[in-house]
């Protein structure tokens, strides 16, 4: 990569040397307006920079028919880029201009790199005159999920993340005027979704649909590339793992699709068939690309650092070798991750300076038990195991087993490092279990016994998933026609399951500014078992947290004047059931004022519905 770094500087410098002085003089001695001059001079550099760099840059042997339309995309990619993180960070974020440019100066040329050196300028042999059967197989698969999902309800984290994208992107400011626990990156994704429902009238529900086909559709075809470039499969078994790869990437998230496990699934899973025998090459282009897409997932949650650490530790056991440890794919990972914190430090201060503090507080509370936590994963475990004892069994001289061994621990970690017990958490566990056992039912090595109780054992995982079904919320069903007829509502609740969901369902505005009231059950509990004459600092601490909320939620309530106001008399995650939402707020006094212009229209052993009068 060092070889390369001077000649692709030069090699832009002069594109955009001549992207300027193109578009300068093309404006001033022809009648061309501005934005054709402009086009004039970035058409100029495009070819300007394609010759310098297949010569210089990666002296590739040019095949104009293969070569050029795929570096025009990459260019299209860069400029793309760059008009959307200045659109970002300059109009919609308010931030300085130079901000704006710096960040555009930092990414677009390691994307541009990234594009180039593993997708563009690729030798002759890496084309794979299939592409097309994989293009065909992945397109069909993303129009199958389309189909299969169309009109279904999206989980209520995905809702949140609509309804606060789109608030966000109309001028709210992310952590202040809109609470969430988890860090920027996932708003960012779901910036394209409501992109495309505004530009062409979807339902933002529908183009978050569409959104996550395109990507999905993608990941598909780059992991055609990956196991196409290792020549280890005849067509036929690569056809079959093409399609229980897209199982693989669909069937564990069958009831909460487009989570954010889910999305790290999806974006890791051409990296991990990297890993597959014979692995890629440290050298090879491919693997920068492949981990910086890798990287977008894992910059989804911290925990989500556990693969690359543990993929990294294995190799330094194995081959006792620290050098593993500064590996490109860790290079590209912590340049990207470190980027990453930096960003949302430089635009999104207060998730750091508000945010982490309340979190570190509170947030240990929301956990179903370390019963459940346990019993929701041991079955899928057992079963893993069965299938892996299989596979070794079944091929002795494969490292694959051992490789796919450790990413599913990396899942299963992560999914444990959170403690919680959702569900949903288990995605990347159960898909990488899924991932190992399709490689080892096309692995041609593989004995027949042992390879009929791996096919079982997928069959048992793929059934125990979508007999969960698609998601599904009968208690905001119940709430939203309740409340019909109602323009907005805010909901009184530590569930986030009642909340955005149910103003989704009765088609109202979501009237907070947060998805759930997430820092009150932690810091509740932990002030009940404090001794605050002796700890009085964590005691302080707590109340102000108790104090920010509460009165956050009631200039919510006098910002928005909700129509419907629901309140959860059996919030979970308290240790003291039947926590009294109204005794708490009402400690502020604006907050009786506010009740006195509602009456009470629904009044049930769970909910209590106020409606304005």
């Not at 650490?309 to 081959?319: E, K, S, W």
């Not at 898909?431 to 016994?449: A, E, N, Y």
């Not at 059931?577 to 009786?592: G, V």
Request: net charge neutral; with cysteine; charged share 15%.
């Amino acid at each position: 990569m060092r070889s390369r770094l001077v000649p692709f500087v030069l090699v832009g410098g002069v594109g955009t040397a001549t992207h300027f002085l193109t578009a300068l003089l093309l404006a001033n001695l022809t009648t061309l307006s501005g934005i054709l001059s402009n086009f004039g001079g970035f058409s100029a550099a495009v070819l300007i920079s394609y010759f310098g760099h297949a010569r210089l840059t990666f002296r590739t042997e040019l095949d104009h028919q293969f070569h050029f339309p795929r570096f025009v995309l990459a260019a299209g990619s860069g400029l793309i880029l760059s008009t959307a993180l200045t659109w970002i960070t300059y109009d919609q974020l308010g931030r300085p201009f130079w901000q704006a440019m710096a960040l555009v100066a930092v990414t677009v040329p390691v994307l541009t790199y990234l594009l180039l050196a593993g997708w563009v300028f690729v030798q002759k042999t890496h084309r794979g005159q299939d592409l097309w059967i994989g293009g065909l197989i992945s397109a069909l698969c993303g129009g199958a999920v389309l189909w299969l999902f169309w009109g279904d309800l999206l989980s209520h984290d995905v809702i949140w993340y609509l309804f606060a994208t789109e608030r966000w992107l109309d001028g709210e400011a992310l952590f202040t005027d809109l609470v969430e626990i988890n860090p920027p990156l996932n708003f960012y994704y779901t910036v394209p979704a409501i992109w495309l429902s505004q530009a062409s009238g979807l339902l933002p529900e529908s183009a978050q649909y569409v959104v996550f086909a395109w990507v999905y559709t993608l990941v598909l075809l780059v992991s055609w590339w990956v196991i196409g470039a290792k020549q280890t499969l005849t067509l036929p078994r690569r056809i079959v793992f093409q399609l229980l790869v897209a199982v693989a990437l669909i069937v564990p998230a069958y009831g909460n699709l487009i989570q954010r496990d889910h999305l790290f699934l999806v974006l890791v899973t051409p990296w991990v068939l990297a890993l597959l025998p014979p692995k890629e090459p440290d050298s090879s282009a491919r693997i920068y690309f492949l981990s910086a897409l890798a990287a977008l997932g894992i910059c989804l949650k911290p925990y989500f650092l556990v693969l690359p650490i543990l993929v990294t530790l294995v190799a330094l056991i194995r081959d006792r070798d620290w050098r593993c440890i500064f590996s490109p794919s860790n290079r590209v990972m912590f340049l990207i991750g470190v980027l990453y914190v930096l960003f949302v430090a430089l635009v999104h201060p207060a998730y750091f300076s508000k945010i982490v503090p309340h979190a570190r507080y509170t947030y240990d509370s929301f956990s179903a038990g370390s019963g459940v936590v346990i019993d929701r994963v041991l079955i899928v475990t057992l079963l893993g195991l069965i299938g892996f004892a299989a596979a070794r069994i079944g091929n002795k001289t494969s490292s694959a087993p051992v490789i796919l061994l450790v990413v599913s621990l990396a899942g299963l970690s992560s999914y444990l490092l959170q403690w919680t017990g959702f569900r949903y958490q288990m995605i990347p566990f159960v898909g990488f279990l899924m991932l190992g056992f399709s490689w080892f039912i096309v692995d041609p090595g593989m004995r027949r016994f042992p390879l009929g109780i791996v096919v079982i054992v997928l069959v048992i995982l793929v059934q125990t998933n979508l007999m969960r079904g698609k998601y599904a919320n009968p208690t905001a069903v119940a709430l939203a026609e309740w409340i019909t007829g109602a323009k907005s509502v805010n909901v009184l609740t530590s569930f986030v399951s009642f909340g955005p969901v149910t103003a989704h369902l009765a088609k109202a505005q979501w009237a907070s500014s947060y998805s759930t009231i997430w820092q009150v059950p932690g810091a509740v509990n932990k002030l009940e078992k404090t001794d605050c004459s002796i700890e009085w600092e964590a005691c302080a601490a707590l109340q102000e947290i108790l104090v920010q909320t509460r009165d956050d939620v009631i200039d919510d309530l006098m910002a928005f004047r909700p129509d419907a106001l629901i309140v959860d008399k059996n919030s979970g995650y308290f240790d003291t059931p039947n926590f009294d939402w109204m005794a708490f707020f009402a400690t502020n006094p604006a907050f009786d004022q506010i009740m006195t212009g509602y009456r009470l229209e629904v009044a049930s052993d769970r909910f209590d519905v106020w409606r304005l009068k």
